[in-house]
């Protein structure tokens, strides 16, 4: 297997540029440690610059933190977004990372989860060690770390939840974990102000701008479903399980503008604080860095205009696999419109009743366990579109297919098509909404055939496919800026000839 890594290593005299101008569009492509102060800080510091001579540059928190230094607590880098030049698309330092985020490591060895990604442990350390400057147990513990210090600074979590909510299982090891990184207690961070109290907690989720999320916004709001989510124009809500500790969530933009979304939360399980929060994050494609997927996309004719127009055009995930995978499934050769109403016939017929507390948000969406037998012809599915829901939450409850992130796309998408009633469209639809995979691309779709054209001809799938080679490895982005200018054009005035 060739593990070489096509990911970028730091270049130095741009870091320099980056953190003297402040430039946010850098905000966690590295961090800036300063050897004088044994500290480390996002490059959009605003205290006052250090002497170049004392400054080093680190590809990740978790590097710096190794080198020795703690985080700073004026630009607190929990805060800044995540670096996807390391977490998207199938090299085996993404795909470790992603399963990284969804607690693996907790559950399994090392060598298990190296082997996931069909590498051994040590090879797999020393490609973490070369490109994130740490080996891959440190970069998850800086993770938990940072994750902690912003729910010590924002909340009144008392610090035994914030162990929990961080994946640490005891307090013992959090505290000395804690102390170690950052020369204080844990306690000791609960002297500054800042705190929100309430039932709900309050936290920043930083991105890297231009940030579009009124579109983004739009985009969900179109296919929301009732008594599962709220979206406005101001807002996403959601409610989420378990069904004997539901909770609740609502993502806003913050007020002030400092690149930055609020999440208000109420989450009864501290314990998968985290994983919500990573869940959001990608949901709402908050560690893209629109620098690179701009550079591919401008050299595009038909794409360089949409990108000048919304450059901070993001790709909106899905919040459950099987959720988004009935309804790529009702939106076969259907509108948006259509499919919508059907999903929402499913939510009522056969979601999961809960209480919040919140108008509004009182169901789950259905497993596959409730779909697997259930009669969808009732509610208005055609009979073969019944059958092919059934037949994924079958082969889902059986395992020949699944939703893990760190699976490459053609693996993804090869299992799936398997599948009676799942074709190529589905499969790329989902990895685009489910698995947030940045080259999907589901080329048979009309719209796209018809908008990646200046003449208003239709391409054939194969002549998109050709075209699209040039758009990797960020094709999803060309599918959303293409579906979004096509919809522009139909809700544009027609002027009137005098």
């Known amino acids: 297997m060739n593990t070489q890594s096509p990911l970028p290593l730091l270049d130095e005299q741009a870091c320099e540029q980056a953190r003297l101008s402040r430039d946010a569009r850098f905000d966690g492509l590295f961090f800036t440690a300063v050897t004088s102060t044994r500290i480390y800080c996002r490059p959009v510091c605003p205290a006052p ?3 170049r001579q004392n400054v080093r540059y680190y590809a990740s928190a978790a590097a710096a933190e190794a080198a020795g230094f703690r985080p700073c607590l004026r630009c607190r880098p929990e805060l800044a977004p995540g670096n996807d030049a390391w977490q998207r698309g199938d090299h085996v330092i993404a795909r470790t990372l992603k399963l990284m985020e969804e607690g693996t490591l907790n ?59 961080s994946g640490f299982q005891s307090l013992r090891r959090f505290n000395a974990a804690f102390l170690q990184a950052n020369r204080i207690p844990p306690r000791e961070l609960r002297r500054h102000p800042g705190m929100v109290r309430g039932d709900a907690i309050t936290l920043r989720l930083g991105y890297r701008p231009p940030y579009d999320f009124e579109a983004i916004l739009a985009f969900l709001r179109g296919r929301s479903l009732p008594g599962v989510e709220l979206v406005d124009e101001h807002s ?6 378990p069904v004997d500790a539901p909770g609740w969530l609502r993502l806003q933009a913050r007020p002030g503008d400092d690149h930055a979304l609020q999440l208000e939360l109420h989450c009864p399980q501290p314990a998968r604080m985290l994983a919500i929060v990573t869940k959001l994050r990608r949901m709402f494609d908050l560690d893209a860095n629109p620098q690179s997927i701009g550079d591919a996309l401008k050299q595009s004719a038909a794409l360089k205009p949409l990108w000048r127009k919304r450059p901070g055009l993001r790709l909106p995930g ?26 929402t016939r499913i939510v009522h017929r056969y979601g999961i009743p809960v209480v919040t507390g919140i108008p509004g948000l009182e169901r789950l969406f259905p497993g596959p366990e409730a779909l697997v037998d259930a009669d969808l012809c009732e509610i208005g599915l055609t009979t073969a579109r ?37 074709g190529e469209w ?30 208003g001809s239709t391409l054939s799938t194969k002549a998109l496919l050709s075209l699209a080679e040039a758009w990797r490895p960020w094709r999803a982005y060309s599918v959303m800026h293409l579906w979004r200018s096509a919809s522009d054009a139909v809700k544009a005035p027609v002027k009137k000839v005098k």
């Open 426 to 455: 589905t499969a790329h639809y989902m990895a685009m909404r489910a698995l947030s995979h940045p080259d999907a691309f589901p080329a048979a779709d009309l719209i796209l055939r018809r908008a990646a054209t200046e003449d």
């Open 386 to 422: 019944a059958a092919t829901v059934r037949g994924v939450a079958r082969a889902l409850l059986d395992g020949r297919i699944d939703f893990r992130s760190e699976q490459p796309l053609d693996e993804f998408v090869g299992r799936w098509v398997e599948l009676p009633g799942i």
């Open 236 to 241: 996403y809500s959601r409610v989420f399980g």
């Open 107 to 165: 559950e399994l060895s090392m060598d298990a989860m190296a082997e996931r990604v069909g590498i051994g442990s040590r090879q797999l350390r020393r490609l973490f060690v070369d490109r994130l400057g740490a080996p891959p147990i440190s970069v998850h513990t800086t993770r938990r770390l940072l994750f902690a210090k912003q729910l010590l600074t924002e909340t009144s979590m008392p610090v035994t939840e914030v162990a929990l909510a």
């Open 318 to 343: 899905g919040w459950d696999g099987f959720e988004i995978a009935v309804r790529a499934i009702l939106g076969q050769q259907v509108s948006v419109a259509a499919a919508r109403t059907l999903a």
């Open 49 to 51: 610059s250090p002497k």
